[in-house]
């Protein structure tokens, strides 16, 4: 199958500490990690991972930094030829500091809010990928992350054939015009909290509530993640929960990367909704509990491996 992700990429540079850091100490440089970054380009580089024919596009500039993360994604199986690059860009840059024991995370990011407006000669570019992708048989799946609104747009404008998943993570402009070409809208437990104006969900009626209330923002299918409560859907105008599995968490942006490319797949290979979302619980409990980022992701002997040791820990929550 062949999977389109269009969003953030850029370069992380990953610095691990610990609560009882004295402030101003140095931290040693066994404990930095630099390699490449963004929701959408890690879910590319995962799913390249499990030997899927994967596309990633972005903005980036032609410099050092643009070259590192195209490389890292090249060289593990992603198509990265349709990447736009603009002396208008600036590549976006992170800085992380994790801390090991609690899994607090501070990121300082250098980007730009909204990239370059598309060229005619990019646009030229996008027409020849998209005439290349226009001729396979089976549907395409477009993954988005609301960054690269027009790039985003446009492809899915031009692009027949295709079913649309959206990560939302914040109620911005760009964001909110996105979500309407959505098949599929993921948001967090925090998103539908804030959307609502509650704390927290505290019964499966409020989840209900919210699943309903949230369709505001597109016509296509709701999920909420609800973190180690699971994931939830409206079916019949129901609310279905489907449980997560017990894992001691990774980092939670590594855990939306692997969510959302696991359930990636399973649309693209056209798995009922259930157990998509089954499948993807099961892929962020199976990612290496000992590392970070990308090579924290598991590959799909890891995942066959723990559906055998954790299928009995559901812990339902509602």
């Given amino acids: 199958?062949?999977?389109?992700?269009?969003?953030?990429?850029?370069?992380?540079?990953?610095?691990?500490?610990?609560?009882?850091?004295?402030?101003?100490?140095?931290?040693?440089?066994?404990?930095?990690?630099?390699?490449?970054?963004?929701?959408?380009?890690?879910?590319?580089?995962?799913?390249?991972?499990?030997?899927?024919?994967?596309?990633?596009?972005?903005?980036?500039?032609?410099?050092?930094?643009?070259?590192?993360?195209?490389?890292?994604?090249?060289?593990?199986?992603?198509?990265?030829?349709?990447?736009?690059?603009?002396?208008k860009m600036?590549?976006?840059?992170?800085?992380?500091?994790?801390?090991?024991?609690?899994?607090?995370?501070?990121?300082?990011?250098?980007?730009?809010?909204?990239?370059?407006?598309?060229?005619?000669?990019?646009?030229n570019k996008l027409n020849h990928f998209i005439q290349t992708l226009s001729g396979y048989k089976y549907d395409i799946v477009i993954l988005v992350d609301g960054y690269e609104a027009e790039l985003s747009e446009y492809i899915i404008d031009h692009l027949p054939k295709t079913k649309v998943i959206m990560s939302m993570d914040n109620l911005s402009d760009s964001s909110l015009y996105l979500a309407q070409h959505a098949d599929y809208l993921i948001v967090t437990e925090q998103f539908a909290c804030a959307f609502l104006?509650?704390?927290?969900?505290?019964?499966?009626?409020?989840?209900?509530?919210?699943?309903?209330?949230?369709?505001?923002?597109?016509?296509?299918?709701i999920i909420i993640r609800l973190d180690e409560k699971g994931s939830a859907f409206l079916d019949h105008q129901q609310a279905v929960i489907i449980p997560s599995f017990k894992s001691?968490?990774?980092?939670?942006?590594?855990?939306?990367?692997?969510?959302?490319?696991?359930?990636?797949?399973?649309?693209?290979?056209?798995?009922?909704?259930?157990?998509?979302?089954?499948?993807a619980n099961l892929s962020v409990c199976a990612a290496n509990k000992q590392k970070r980022g990308r090579s924290a992701m598991p590959n799909l002997v890891d995942i066959n491996r723990a559906s055998k040791t954790v299928t009995k820990n559901f812990t339902p929550y509602f």
């Fill in 197 to 221: 104006k509650l704390k927290s969900f505290n019964h499966k009626e409020e989840i209900k509530s919210a699943l309903k209330k949230l369709r505001s923002l597109t016509s296509g299918k």
């Fill in 248 to 279: 001691q968490s990774v980092d939670k942006m590594t855990e939306n990367d692997i969510f959302q490319g696991a359930f990636a797949y399973g649309i693209s290979y056209g798995w009922p909704l259930e157990k998509t979302l089954l499948f």
């Fill in 90 to 123: 600036v590549t976006p840059l992170e800085a992380i500091t994790i801390d090991e024991q609690t899994g607090s995370q501070t990121v300082i990011s250098h980007r730009l809010t909204t990239p370059p407006k598309l060229t005619e000669a990019e646009k």
């Fill in 1 to 87: 199958m062949t999977i389109l992700t269009v969003g953030f990429a850029c370069l992380d540079l990953i610095c691990f500490t610990s609560t009882d850091l004295e402030q101003n100490d140095p931290i040693a440089s066994d404990n930095i990690v630099r390699s490449g970054g963004g929701s959408c380009a890690n879910t590319a580089y995962l799913l390249a991972l499990w030997g899927e024919t994967i596309y990633h596009i972005s903005h980036l500039n032609n410099d050092p930094y643009g070259n590192q993360i195209v490389c890292e994604l090249t060289d593990a199986g992603v198509n990265t030829g349709q990447f736009i690059f603009s002396e």
